[in-house]
Structure formats: C-alpha cells, structure tokens
T-cell receptor
Framework: DGGITQSPKYLFRKEGQNVTLSCEQNLNHDAMYWYRQDPGQGLRLIYYSQIVNDFQKGDIAEGYSVSREKKESFPLTVTSAQKNPTAFYLC?????????FGSGTRLTVV | GNSVTQMEGPVTLSEEAFLTINCTYTATGYPSLFWYVQYPGEGLQLLLKATKADDKGSNKGFEATYRKETTSFHLEKGSVQVSDSAVYFCALSDQGYDYKLSFGAGTTVTVRA
C-alpha cells in the first residue's frame, strides 16, 4: 500500500539537543511538506519541497532544517535554536492538491 | 495572502444532532477548498473537497458547498454519531500556483451518546 511513514511516533529531547524526525513516502509524489500543530493554532507550515535537492521556508522555519536528497525522503531536524519545540509534527506529500498525511511525531522537550 | 477563518470550538453535541462548522476564506486566484478530519493521535484525513464555485463536496454524510459570493465553505452533517468526534480543519490551496495548503485553526467536536 502507498503511503507516508513518520518515525518515531513519540520523541523526547533534552534541552540543547538536535533531533531528526523521519518522513518517507512511496507515493511517487514530487512535493513534500512539514507542518507543526499546536493546540488551538491549526497547522503551520515549516518547510516544503517541490523537487529533489530544493526546498523553501514556510511560515515558521526558524530553528528547523530539512534536506531532500531523495524523492522519497524529507527529514526534519529540530535544532537547539528552536526555543519551544514541544509540538505535534505532521509530514505530508502531494501531487497537485491531492495531499496525503503521515500519522505524526509528538516531540516533547524534557 | 491566503487565510482561512474557522468557527472556534469546542463544540459538544448529542447524538443525532445537526452539526455545522463555519469556514470563510481569503484568497488570491481560484482556490480549491477542503475539509480534513483528525482523530486523536493521528494525522489528517481528507473528508471532502470542492474545486470551483458552487461545487458541493460530500462524504460520510458530511457536505460543504463552495460559495464564492460569500467566500465560505461551511461543513454540515444532519445527524452526528459518537464516531464523528474529532478535530475538523478547513483548508485551501491555490490551484495552478504551488498548491500549498493554508489551514484554519481547527474545531474540536465531541458527540455524546
């Protein structure tokens, strides 16, 4: 079955550490996205990529970094510069306006 | 820029009640409009969509009509069930541009038996 796999489902980070969230898709979609979800704020776009080896900042890119070396993969690194990283992170891929979402990673700073 | 304004929740209903969640939008061009649903601890699932004015999207008893004159895309269901308890998001994407989704804040719906 085609879909998007996010891992891990739960992630705990100590203050000052970088962590990387994985996102893999086998839908052959060109475009991939990372969203952050906080209670009562909907989903906010962090980064997106429309083609391999290219990506653009979204609305809240500060403190995050991404890479897009393969069409199937779009990992997100939450760096120590992100002051409030505790949130639910959703990855998505799309062909035009047909989106598929992963099941999310919940990141908690301890 | 594009934006979506969604009715604030939470909304609590009894089973078989009528549900409506208001959604209005601001967009340049001719956006596609969507309703997504999120169950606890999960990602988003597409509930329905409409791609042009006066289109009606429908799925699982839910309906929404693309109203260009009022820039609205209100979600309705005539008789809710406990299993409809979830968070509902209204969203839009610019057709023919980069297809990025812009989301409303989400509305939490709880249906009591």
């Amino acid at each position: 079955d085609g879909g998007i796999t996010q891992s891990p489902k739960y992630l705990f980070r100590k203050e000052g550490q970088n962590v990387t969230l994985s996102c893999e898709q086998n839908l052959n979609h060109d475009a991939m996205y990372w969203y952050r979800q906080d209670p009562g704020q909907g989903l906010r776009l962090i980064y997106y990529s429309q083609i391999v080896n290219d990506f653009q900042k979204g609305d809240i890119a500060e403190g995050y970094s991404v890479s897009r070396e393969k069409k199937e993969s779009f990992p997100l690194t939450v760096t120590s510069a992100q002051k409030n990283p505790t949130a639910f992170y959703l990855c998505a891929s799309s062909y035009r306006d047909g989106y598929t979402f992963g099941s999310g990673t919940r990141l908690t700073v301890v | 820029g594009n934006s979506v304004t969604q009715m604030e929740g939470p909304v609590t209903l009894s089973e078989e009640a009528f549900l409506t969640i208001n959604c209005t939008y601001t967009a340049t061009g001719y956006p596609s409009l969507f309703w997504y649903v999120q169950y606890p601890g999960e990602g988003l699932q597409l509930l329905l969509k409409a791609t042009k004015a006066d289109d009606k999207g429908s799925n699982k008893g839910f309906e929404a009509t693309y109203r260009k004159e009022t820039t609205s895309f209100h979600l309705e269901k005539g008789s809710v069930q406990v299993s409809d308890s979830a968070v509902y998001f209204c969203a839009l994407s610019d057709q023919g541009y980069d297809y990025k989704l812009s989301f409303g804040a989400g509305t939490t719906v709880t249906v009591r038996a």
